[in-house]
């Protein structure tokens, strides 16, 4: 095969190259930041500004919440709704099971669970 692509136009591939090429550097500047002893001057790991805002980010991400309304909904659809919607599930599959228990449509043997009533 002579290497040509159909799908991707010679400037699609050129632009491919150029990313996997700066891709490449950034990777072995890395390594190379990251494998040698002596350039660690933040107690033995590389800082990392971006990666420092991000974490700041994260701890204090609870001092800036404000409770809306918004909030309020989201949270209650997001837990108390499936929860209260499963219990309402369990809720009918039981008195629909007892009530063929009950009337004898299941025999004692059938039953999967022998100690129930």
Known sequence: MSGEQYDI???EKRLIEERRN???KMK???QKLVSDPHSH???GYVFDPAMQRFMSMRVTQYES???TLGNFFRGIGITAIPILLFAQLMHWDRTRKEKEFSTGQVAYKDRLWKTYR
């Open 9 to 11: 136009s010679p400037q």
């Open 22 to 24: 700066h891709r490449m």
């Open 28 to 30: 072995a500047q890395w």
């Open 41 to 43: 001057k933040h107690g």
């Open 65 to 67: 919440f404000r409770p």
